[in-house]
């Protein structure tokens, strides 16, 4: 397995594109939720890529923010969940954000049914749920340990 985070301006036209059909083939088709996956925010944001035998397997998003840093577009390919891979994603991910903007809180939106997974990892709830694009939401915040 291979981990790289880099900024989108570092990734290469296949790489972008391959983030890109990842994101799309779970959050659009699998999930049958469609909306604007494509939301402008990629481009100021850091991007982490788990690849297997050069093949992305997994990526999520990490956006700077002047309060926070958020996380989010967090997705792996099927047959890699429930085998810790989404737990090393987020473990690598987290260290990076404290690594490079230690003083800023960590937020994601989770969806419900991941809740229990965040919170093994550290997070904590900070709203009730809700609908976003039809799937039931949770706004999440990194307590520092």
């Not at 690598?92 to 969806?111: C, G, V």
Request: hydrophobic content about 40%; charged content about 30%.
């Amino acid at each position: 397995m291979e981990w790289k985070i880099v900024p989108f301006q570092e990734l290469s036209v296949e790489e972008l594109y391959d983030v890109m059909k990842l994101r799309f083939d779970v959050f659009v088709l699998e999930q049958e939720c469609l909306y604007q996956e494509f939301d402008g925010r990629d481009q100021s944001g850091f991007h982490l890529l788990l690849k297997d035998g050069g093949k992305l397997v997994g990526t999520a998003r990490v956006l700077p923010e002047s309060e926070r840093v958020y996380m989010g577009r967090i997705v792996l390919l099927p047959p890699y969940r429930s085998k810790g891979f989404g737990k090393k994603m987020l473990e690598f991910t987290l260290e990076f954000i404290r690594d490079n903007y230690e003083e800023k809180d960590i937020e994601l939106q989770a969806q419900t049914y991941l809740r229990g997974f965040y919170e093994s990892l550290g997070f904590e709830a900070i709203s009730g749920h809700y609908l976003d694009e039809g799937i039931e939401h949770v706004d999440m915040r990194w307590a520092r340990r």
